[in-house]
């Protein structure tokens, strides 16, 4: 029998962790009931919700009330996008956000422009970071709203959402991050970051796929949000649909391990990303994507010149399970539109691997995977 390929593409999905299994299994069993139910199910469904929803909330620095969950994080920026676009169509209809968006905040943003609103979308260095000089120059007295991701899901670059924030709050423009990729692996804090609704998901960090959230400020100033999903009201009205207490309890456990151990894991993941790097870096033609330290510790993205990319990709996925590019681009052989937003040729875009590194990968498994690479693009390509 043949390994299962090295599993290197963690920013795509994550592995469940045990112990978040294990605290989902009563809501599956014995606690199985609706928690909207006025009886002794409902109730112990109920308070396995709120529970997280605190224990969430905490890690936000905000207030539970604050806390909407959703489906994921994609829902979650379809709700801050277009539930702000509807609630302040008289203060404004001027969005600004940046090219290296996830589609999940670009195709809401496109779907808005169709409807005559007018969308900003600011560049980015080459090293992928947004130049704040450059998001004041685009906000106007129609801007409603700025929205940046946190952490970016190709290059992992992280974007200095402090200063990002102050400079709206300083022009009384709301500021949404998508920060999918960023909870539980970088310190995320609303308050002093000046954020007004932040997307979040459990499943980039080892929690169920199918359940996410988005932080919603109540005061200073309090968001106005209109609904995307009418229905019995649950969640403040704000999104309908019976909750998902065994999901919403597993995410709440794994952002609550992914933050306990932050520091000591994140150094850890960071190391073998360095292990890697560093039997990597000499390969001929071979390009760093993305910052080179401003980035998600687990993240590494690389291209190589005089490569066909397919070639490339098709060579190692029987032993590495990674993407090339984004995710959702990989079939299509377009090539990235982060890659191309850092200056990359099409070329380079499309030669290019993106690993991402988990606390479940070991020592052994990086230093494989870097032979692996090492072999592909020395002796058979070159
Ligand atoms: C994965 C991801 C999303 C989508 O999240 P889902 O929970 O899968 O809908 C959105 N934005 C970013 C940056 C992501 O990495």
Redesign the pocket.
């Known amino acids: 029998m043949p390994h299962p390929p090295i599993y290197l593409d963690n920013?795509a999905t994550t592995p469940l962790d045990p112990l978040v299994l294990e605290a989902m299994m009563p809501y599956f069993t014995d606690r199985f009931g609706n928690p909207g139910s006025t009886h002794l199910y409902g109730w112990e469904a109920g308070a396995g919700v709120e529970q997280a929803r605190e224990q969430i909330a905490q890690i936000l620095g905000a207030s539970p009330q604050e806390i909407i969950f959703t489906?994921?994080?994609?829902?979650a920026?379809n709700l801050a996008i277009k539930g702000v676009a509807e609630a302040y169509l008289a203060e404004g209809r001027h969005f600004i956000t940046v090219v290296t968006e996830?589609s999940?905040?670009l195709a809401p943003l496109q779907y808005l422009e169709g409807f005559g609103f007018s969308v900003t979308y600011l560049p980015v260095d080459g090293n992928g970071l947004l130049d704040p000089q450059d998001l004041i120059s685009a906000i106007r007295s129609d801007t409603v709203l700025v929205s940046v991701?946190a952490a970016?899901?190709e290059i992992g670059v992280i974007q200095d959402l402090k200063t990002i924030g102050q400079i709206c709050k300083e022009r009384g423009v709301l500021f949404h991050t998508?920060a999918?990729?960023g909870i539980g692996k970088i310190p995320l804090d609303v308050n002093p970051m000046g954020i007004d609704l932040l997307?979040f998901?459990a499943?980039?960090c080892h929690g169920p796929?199918g359940i996410?959230g988005l932080y919603v400020r109540s005061r200073n100033p309090r968001v106005k949000l209109a609904p995307q999903i009418y229905g019995g009201g649950q969640e403040q009205a704000l999104r309908s649909g019976t909750l998902a207490p065994p999901q919403i309890v597993g995410m709440a456990k794994a952002l609550t391990l992914a933050v306990e151990n932050q520091t000591t894991e994140q150094a850890q993941i960071r190391e073998l990303r360095e292990r890697l790097w560093s039997q990597i870096a000499t390969l001929p033609g071979i390009y760093l994507n993305g910052h080179p330290y401003q980035r998600l510790a687990g993240n590494l993205n690389v291209s190589f010149a005089g490569v066909d990319g397919a070639t490339l990709l098709a060579a190692l996925r029987q032993e590495v399970a990674l993407s090339s590019g984004s995710a959702c681009s990989s079939t299509s052989l377009k090539p990235s539109h982060v890659l191309k937003s850092i200056g990359r040729s099409d070329q380079l875009a499309l030669a290019s691997l993106r690993i991402g590194i988990s606390r479940f990968n070991t020592q052994a498994e990086i230093d494989r995977v870097a032979t692996l690479i090492t072999d592909t693009v020395t002796c058979r390509y070159q």
């Open positions: 920013h489906s994921g994080a994609t829902e920026n996830h999940a905040v991701m970016n899901n998508d999918a990729q997307s998901t499943h980039k796929k996410g």
